[in-house]
C-alpha cells in the first residue's frame, strides 16, 4: 500500500486542478524569486490568481527543496 502524501505536498493535485499548471511550471515561476521572504514568494503566487493556502504550501516546499534560504 502506497503512503500517503501529507503536509504542504498533500495539496498539489489540487493546485494542478485548479490552476491549470503543473508543479514544476509554478516552480519556475518561483524560481526568479528565490531569496526572497516566504511572504512576498506567496504574494508573487498570489498575483497570478492562486488562494493563499495554495500558495503557502507551494511555497513552503519551494523554499525547502529549491530555494537554498
Not at 491549470?20 to 524560481?31: A, T
Not at 524569486?33 to 504574494?43: D, F, P, R, T
Amino acid at each position: 500500500m502506497a503512503d500517503q502524501v501529507k503536509g504542504p505536498r498533500s495539496y498539489f493535485p489540487s493546485i494542478e486542478a485548479k490552476y491549470g499548471k503543473s508543479i514544476d511550471e509554478w516552480i519556475e515561476e518561483l524560481r526568479p524569486h528565490a531569496g526572497k521572504k516566504h511572504g512576498l514568494q506567496v504574494e508573487v503566487l498570489k498575483a497570478q490568481g492562486m488562494g493563499h493556502g495554495h500558495a503557502n504550501a507551494l511555497v513552503h516546499v519551494f523554499r525547502s527543496d529549491y530555494d537554498g534560504a
